[in-house]
Every structure is written in C-alpha cells, then in structure tokens.
C-alpha cells in the first residue's frame, strides 16, 4: 500500500523519532504515527490543546482496518464500534473493516459532544479477510485537527482536477464553472463556501471508481494542497457511464491515499446531446455538493431500500419511496433527484444536524 | 412523487381516446417503461442491465424510448444506452449504427465509441467505420486511437 504522507505538498515537513511532523496551513495541523497492533488492536493516543476542535484521522494498513472505540480524556467511551456496526442508522464507516484504508473524522455530530483538552485514545483494529482481529499488523495514521471554535461558517478548499484533454472542451468547462455557482449558492445560506481552484492532472478521462481504491487516485492526490479536498472531473467513471459521481468513503481524507477524491464524469451528467442544459448544470452543481457532501460525512437521509437511514435525528426515518419523497425528496443528500422525465425539483435543502456534520469535517476551515 | 405523477400521467393517458390528429409533445411512458426509468434514476449504485428485466418484458425498446424521451436526469438516457450497448448489441445493431451519426447527440457518440472495444468485433468494427466518416470523426478518431485495440487502432490510420 502506498504511503499516506508521500509528497503530499505540505508546507513545511519536520522530523521526529518515530513521529513525522507537519506545519501546515493555519487552522489545520497533522502528524503522522505508526502503530502495530497488539491482540489486533494498536491505541492511537493524541494529545488535543484547548484550541483544538476537530480530528481527521486517516489509517493506512496492512490488513483491513476499521475504528474499535474512541475514548475522551476522561475515560469515557463515547464512540464504539459496535454501537454502530450493524445499525440500519449510518454515522460514519470508520467502523466497517472495509479496505486497508479507514478515515474518521470527530467529533461528528453536536450531540457527539465536543473536543476537551488532554488525551484521547482511539483504538484501531486489524482484521484479516475472515473478520478475526489480527496481531501485529502494522499502520500508520495520519492526525489532522483544526482550529474552529463555532462551527458556524467555513471555507472548504477544493482542487478541482481536468483529467486529461477534458480541460480542452470548452462547453464542459463552462458548465463545470457554472456549476460550481450553483454548488455554491446551494451552501451559501449554512455557512459553508467552496473555495475552488482549477487545474489538470495526469489522469484518463475514463476515471476509476475511486469508493474500490486506485493508484491514480493516490498520485493525483499528491499535487492537491492538505487542506485540499481533490475533486476528479472526467469523461466516465469504471469504463462506463452508470456512475456519474463518486466519493471516495464517508468521510473522506485530506491526505493521500487510493481513496482520497470525489470523481465526477462529465458526459452523465451532460446527457446524450453532449450539452448542457441550464438543468443539466444545476443538477451538476447538486451533484457536486451532494458528493462533496459525502466526503465530508453526509449518508444519504434514507438508503433506495427504505430501510436505512443516516445518524441525523432530525431527518425523518421514512419507510417508501412515497413517503420518502414528500418528506426528503428536495433535501441535498437524497439518493436520487425527483424527476418527471423532461423537469426536476431543486435538492439544495439540509437539516440542521447535516450542517453540523460538515461543519465539523476538519476541512471545513 | 415521481412514480405518482408518472402513474397518473399513465392512467390519464391510458384512458383517451387516441387522436390521430393531435400532437403530443410530451409523449406518456407506459408502466414498464415507468419502472425502469425509476431504476435507472438514483445518483448511485444503478442497477444491472440484466436485473432491469423484471421491470420491462420489452427491456431494450423500453430502453430505447427512455434514450428518447427521458431527458432528466441526464444520466438515465445514458444508462439506458449503456444498457442497448452491452445487452441488445445484436438486436439492435442497425438502430445503435444510427447513435454515432446523429450530430444532435455527441455525447451518445462518444459513449457509443467508448463502449466499442467491449463490444463484439464484427459491431465494434461497422460501428467505428461509420462513426469516422461522421460528424462526431474527431471524437472517433480519438477514442478509437485510445483504445488499445488494435483493429480499431488501426481504422483511424
């Protein structure tokens, strides 16, 4: 597996024993620690300040990893696996050992409580493809934490990356830039901003499906700044056009790995015209914050199988595709847009629980 | 919501009398064609081509009248198409000849030639020939060229 800090292009890279460093932007700090774990788990102990609000933390591994439990610095268990491991409610998938990779960010919710000084303790496990903890497997995790004592309102850096010769169309570009409007204007009124930057990458337009990890994922990641989160527009997605937008996991990271980018292909979101109309570019900007959304810890309000549903209390658990329209469908974060084959409602609503989530992404800064 | 108003539309339409002399700009899916623009909807995980029929006994007309008249979301055409393309290859193969000619659907052509080197040889072939001598050459002879496959590599030279 390719490390995680590699050449990601921080600012300044200081050396401890042991221990790597890292001066970053203000607001966002990270360092990195290798752990091996023992009777399969390995205690992630990190020292939070006063000042500090917010952890992000990446794992990478050997073996599948998934989050055990976090304990605040009294002691406390205020977050275990199991709670959360088999629920039809969705917090986040640190606890699912679903690839040798796992992110967390914390706290998540208001109600998660928030940061105290002193040492917490997060307890990592390994796991071998049977689901049996394995010993002396090795890791390394990567801990960012912001600054951000309201939650209130932030900037979400984003490097926007042109695969390959899609840069050159210009009608794809102007969509994309108009979209991003609509990404904004849609996040505008809970206090979140999109800060893009555009550039281009190194990378087949014929994207990789970035939530099953890819080499390239991880190399164009390295050119995105750490307070970056990276978003791949493309051609397609996986060789095809069923997926027009993908995250790389719930949350997403702000370092490097196989995982770390939302992709977006340009041609489902355009149509069979190739064009786009003024619909096509405000459900690309929807899909934009939808993805984005999931990155930085969003689940979809209720899955298509009406029996799964986010951590959010005050999006309602609705049991059909009826019910669940009328009482979800124009939320940001609904799985699907409610069409009638030629028109669309806008979906650029979120609950008050949903802004907390990604208020409190370490990326949102 | 969605399948309401598509149901309802259905019945409303089901139940006039057909007027040969009227126009009907927005023409009414039927009730399989309802179900699988349903399926093909979500912004994630879509279903498979091959799952798609048990909403349809007619899958890949069904399919064809989605590319047609099912405009929003954007992708649900494309995934239809994408659907013509890997199952219906053979069946369809003078109604897909049209798809990379069409110079008022670009992105159809460039899914269509994506899609070439998955598709049988004797298709991908005929198909790629007459995508180069059309009004989306530009985007054939990129795509052909990038490809890997020798026989279509080939083509554009």
């Given at each position: 597996?390719?490390?995680?800090?590699?050449?990601?292009?921080?600012?300044?890279l200081?050396l401890?024993?042991?221990?790597t460093?890292?001066?970053?932007d203000?607001?966002?700090?990270g360092?990195?620690?290798?752990?091996?774990?023992?009777s399969?788990?390995?205690?992630?102990?990190?020292?939070?300040s006063?000042?500090?609000t917010?952890l992000?933390?990446?794992?990478?591994?050997?073996?599948?990893i998934?989050?055990?439990?976090?304990?605040?610095?009294?002691?406390?268990?205020?977050?275990?696996?199991?709670?959360?491991?088999?629920?039809?409610?969705?917090?986040?998938?640190?606890v699912?050992?679903?690839?040798?990779?796992?992110?967390?960010?914390?706290?998540?919710?208001?109600?998660?409580g928030?940061?105290?000084?002193?040492?917490?303790t997060?307890?990592?496990?390994?796991?071998?493809?049977?689901?049996?903890?394995k010993?002396?497997?090795?890791?390394t995790?990567?801990?960012?934490?912001?600054?951000?004592?309201s939650?209130?309102?932030?900037?979400v850096?984003v490097?926007?990356?042109?695969?390959?010769?899609?840069?050159?169309?210009?009608?794809?570009?102007t969509?994309v830039d108009?979209a991003?409007?609509?990404?904004?204007?849609?996040?505008?009124?809970?206090g979140?901003?999109?800060?893009?930057?555009?550039?281009?990458?190194?990378?087949?337009?014929?994207?990789?499906?970035?939530?099953?990890?890819?080499?390239?994922?991880?190399?164009?990641?390295?050119?995105?700044?750490?307070?970056?989160?990276?978003?791949?527009?493309?051609?397609?997605?996986?060789?095809?056009?069923?997926?027009?937008?993908?995250?790389?996991?719930?949350?997403?990271?702000?370092?490097?790995?196989?995982?770390?980018?939302?992709?977006?292909?340009?041609?489902?979101?355009?149509?069979l015209?190739?064009?786009?109309s003024?619909?096509?570019i405000?459900?690309?900007?929807e899909?934009?914050?939808?993805?984005?959304?999931?990155?930085m810890?969003?689940?979809h309000?209720?899955?298509?199988?009406?029996?799964?549903?986010?951590a959010c209390?005050?999006?309602p658990?609705?049991?059909?595709?009826n019910?669940?329209?009328?009482q979800l469908?124009?939320?940001?974060m609904?799985?699907?847009?409610?069409?009638d084959?030629?028109d669309?409602i806008?979906?650029?609503?979120?609950?008050?629980?949903?802004?907390?989530?990604?208020?409190?992404?370490?990326?949102a800064? | 919501?969605?399948?309401?108003?598509?149901?309802?539309?259905?019945?409303?339409?089901?139940?006039?009398?057909?007027?040969?002399?009227?126009?009907?700009?927005?023409p009414k899916?039927?009730?399989t064609?309802?179900a699988?623009?349903?399926?093909?909807?979500?912004?994630?995980?879509?279903?498979t081509?091959?799952?798609?029929?048990?909403?349809?006994?007619?899958?890949?007309?069904?399919?064809?009248?989605?590319?047609?008249?099912?405009?929003?979301?954007?992708?649900?055409?494309?995934?239809?198409?994408?659907?013509v393309?890997?199952?219906?290859a053979?069946?369809?193969?003078?109604?897909?000849?049209?798809?990379v000619?069409?110079p008022?659907?670009?992105?159809?052509a460039?899914?269509?030639?994506?899609?070439?080197?998955?598709?049988?040889h004797?298709?991908?072939?005929r198909?790629?020939a007459k995508?180069?001598?059309?009004?989306?050459?530009?985007?054939?002879r990129?795509?052909l060229?990038?490809?890997?496959?020798?026989?279509?590599?080939?083509l554009?030279?």
């Amino acid at each position: 597996m390719t490390g995680m800090l590699g050449s990601m292009r921080w600012t300044t890279l200081l050396l401890t024993i042991g221990c790597t460093t890292l001066e970053t932007d203000p607001g966002l700090k990270g360092y990195s620690e290798d752990l091996c774990t023992e009777s399969g788990v390995a205690n992630l102990n990190i020292n939070v300040s006063d000042a500090e609000t917010a952890l992000l933390i990446t794992v990478d591994g050997e073996d599948l990893i998934a989050l055990d439990e976090i304990k605040d610095p009294d002691g406390n268990v205020v977050l275990h696996w199991n709670d959360w491991y088999t629920e039809k409610t969705f917090l986040t998938s640190a606890v699912w050992p679903l690839a040798s990779e796992m992110v967390l960010n914390w706290p998540i919710r208001a109600e998660d409580g928030y940061l105290s000084a002193g040492q917490w303790t997060v307890t990592l496990a390994a796991v071998d493809a049977t689901g049996n903890y394995k010993s002396g497997s090795c890791l390394t995790a990567n801990v960012q934490s912001k600054e951000d004592p309201s939650f209130a309102s932030a900037d979400v850096n984003v490097r926007l990356v042109y695969a390959e010769g899609v840069d050159e169309l210009d009608h794809v570009t102007t969509a994309v830039d108009a979209a991003i409007v609509r990404w904004t204007d849609i996040w505008a009124p809970m206090g979140l901003y999109p800060n893009v930057r555009i550039t281009t990458g190194n990378i087949d337009p014929d994207l990789p499906y970035v939530g099953q990890g890819s080499e390239d994922i991880y190399n164009i990641t390295m050119d995105s700044y750490e307070d970056e989160i990276t978003l791949v527009v493309g051609e397609t997605i996986d060789g095809g056009t069923e997926f027009l937008g993908v995250a790389g996991s719930i949350p997403g990271t702000l370092t490097a790995n196989t995982r770390s980018a939302v992709v977006l292909g340009w041609i489902a979101s355009a149509g069979l015209d190739g064009n786009f109309s003024d619909l096509d570019i405000s459900i690309m900007g929807e899909t934009m914050a939808h993805e984005v959304g999931h990155y930085m810890g969003l689940f979809h309000p209720v899955e298509q199988t009406w029996d799964s549903w986010d951590a959010c209390s005050d999006t309602p658990d609705c049991r059909n595709q009826n019910q669940c329209e009328n009482q979800l469908g124009d939320n940001l974060m609904y799985p699907a847009p409610i069409c009638d084959l030629t028109d669309c409602i806008s979906q650029d609503q979120l609950s008050g629980i949903q802004v907390e989530i990604l208020q409190r992404y370490t990326g949102a800064l | 919501m969605t399948s309401l108003l598509i149901l309802f539309s259905t019945l409303a339409h089901a139940s006039e009398p057909a007027d040969p002399t009227a126009t009907d700009p927005a023409p009414k899916p039927s009730p399989t064609q309802s179900a699988v623009y349903a399926a093909l909807q979500g912004r994630h995980d879509p279903p498979t081509c091959e799952s798609l029929n048990s909403a349809s006994p007619d899958l890949a007309n069904d399919l064809i009248w989605l590319m047609k008249h099912a405009n929003q979301p954007a992708w649900v055409g494309v995934r239809a198409a994408y659907c013509v393309l890997t199952e219906y290859a053979d069946e369809k193969a003078s109604v897909i000849d049209t798809w990379v000619v069409d110079p008022e659907r670009r992105g159809l052509a460039i899914l269509t030639i994506g899609m070439l080197d998955k598709m049988p040889h004797a298709h991908a072939e005929r198909i790629a020939a007459k995508a180069l001598a059309g009004p989306h050459a530009a985007d054939a002879r990129k795509h052909l060229t990038e490809s890997g496959d020798p026989k279509l590599m080939n083509l554009v030279d």
